[in-house]
């Protein structure tokens, strides 16, 4: 009997606490509702007094304590700010509001939210700066705040957040240094950071994230070199600095210390000397973007190991060696069966467009060859590729009549051929592609030049 009264005791004392409590997260869910101005799904109108709050649509609560563990309110058409009463929900370990239309500042109460796990903002209208007492979230794995308005620099106290995996805030409006803070995160796998106002150099502490598998900081003004030790970070599958101011050649053995490499996207940057041979191992590659940088020298990849290849962008380089055979890289790209996108143009090129050309990949959609020294006849097996909508092969040397196998492109809607030295008659065929939309055509004919 004094077991029981000692048991019985305990839980009238415990449940007031606990009662209050849950009152808490009640009235929090209640401030939160008030401060959303537009609900277009009528997801908040279960948030009243008819049913308990762990019946409300989006809200996740334990089971133990009936306190609220998730807020989901994700892609709602909600508009209006974040309560900072959501600070009072202590239990919540998800927060996923993205795809909305959540404005003013993050409230800085979201630092008393100590078992956060993950932090969904993105695609908002957040504005202001990340506050400092987010560091208090130190069990935070996923950050994500991209697609906001959010600006300034990062502050360094956010070095505490050690166990957090994804962070990702492109396309705000972020100032400074790459965030020093990432640094000391030795548990991140992604960073996605692109399309800020980040300037300064790469640091060359980030090649001690040995876990790390993608880094995007695209459209920005880095510059300086890519450190070497980022090249040794082998669990790496994507790397994209794409329109930086980034300088230096790329290393020879890049294709050996990269082996899962898939997206390697370099595009509009400084770099220079050869593209290295290294990068016929990369098996697993997907996207390789090296356009709009000074590369020089011959296409030398062998491009036979790299099935999964969907797009291939050398463009607006000086690549080219003199030498008539610059083309037949495209014999080693019949097996990339997946390629969609060639694009060598603005080039120095030189050679004749092999017949394997007709051999690449059925889903190929755009072509790209302007802009080179390609010389010779456009070879008729390109009428099997049946799939492109995009063929720009002007300002070249081609010569000889037209095939009339192009007909067999169905779905072009870009045909560029002007500024070669095609002769014959205009082309019968062109009436057959009934998607075109543009044409660019020369042909010579004694001695005059006819344009379409």
Not at 130 to 141: E, H
Not at 331 to 357: A, F, K, Q, T, Y
Request: hydrophobic share 40%; glycine share 8%.
């Amino acid at each position: 009997m004094l077991l029981f009264m000692t048991y019985l005791s305990i839980f009238l004392l415990l449940c007031p606490v606990t009662l209050a409590k849950n009152h808490t997260d009640h009235l929090a869910l209640l401030a939160i509702k008030s401060t959303i101005t537009l609900d277009p799904q009528n997801v908040l109108e279960t948030w009243n007094a008819s049913i308990h709050y762990c019946q409300w649509q989006g809200v996740t609560c334990g089971r133990r304590h009936l306190r609220v563990t998730k807020l989901d309110l994700e892609s709602r058409g909600i508009v209006g700010s974040l309560s900072p009463h959501i600070g009072n929900l202590s239990f919540l370990r998800v927060i996923s509001i993205e795809n909305n239309t959540f404005n003013g500042v993050i409230p800085p109460q979201l630092g008393n939210l100590f078992r956060l796990h993950k932090l969904y903002l993105m695609n908002n209208s957040f504005e202001g700066q990340v506050l400092a007492s987010l560091s208090n979230c130190t069990r935070l794995k996923d950050l994500w705040l991209s697609y906001n308005k959010l600006g300034g620099k990062f502050p360094h106290q956010l070095s505490s957040l050690v166990n957090l995996m994804n962070i990702t805030f492109h396309n705000n409006n972020f100032t400074g240094g790459v965030p020093s803070f990432l640094v000391n995160l030795t548990s991140l796998i992604s960073i996605s950071a692109a399309n800020n106002h980040l300037d300064g150099s790469i640091p060359h502490a980030l090649g001690q994230l040995h876990n790390l598998q993608k880094i995007e900081f695209g459209i920005n003004q880095l510059h300086g070199m890519i450190p070497p030790s980022l090249y040794n970070l082998t669990s790496l599958t994507t790397i994209s600095f794409k329109h930086n101011q980034i300088s230096g050649d790329l290393p020879k053995d890049i294709g050996l210390q990269l082996p899962k490499i898939e997206i390697f996207e370099i595009i509009g940057n400084k770099f220079t000397g050869t593209i290295p041979f290294s990068f016929s191992n990369c098996s697993n590659l997907v996207k390789l973007s090296l356009s709009e940088n000074g590369s020089t020298g011959k296409i030398n990849i062998n491009f036979s190991q790299m099935s999964n290849l969907k797009l291939l962008e050398l463009s607006d380089n000086n690549l080219g060696s003199s030498q008539p055979d610059e083309m037949h890289f495209i014999d080693s790209m019949i097996n990339c069966s997946n390629l969609e996108m060639l694009l060598v143009h603005g080039n120095n090129l030189r050679g004749v467009l092999p017949s394997s050309i007709g051999n690449l990949s059925s889903q190929i959609t755009h072509l790209a060859f302007s802009r080179n020294s390609i010389y010779g006849p456009l070879p008729s097996l390109i009428g099997n590729l049946e799939n492109l909508e995009w063929l720009n092969i002007e300002s070249n040397l081609l010569t000889g009549m037209i095939p009339s196998e192009l007909g067999n492109l169905r779905n072009l809607i870009y045909l560029y051929l002007a500024r070669n030295s095609f002769t014959g008659n205009f082309p019968d065929f062109i009436g057959n592609l009934s998607l075109l939309d543009q044409l660019w055509l020369q042909i010579r004919r004694t001695n005059t030049t006819k344009s379409w």
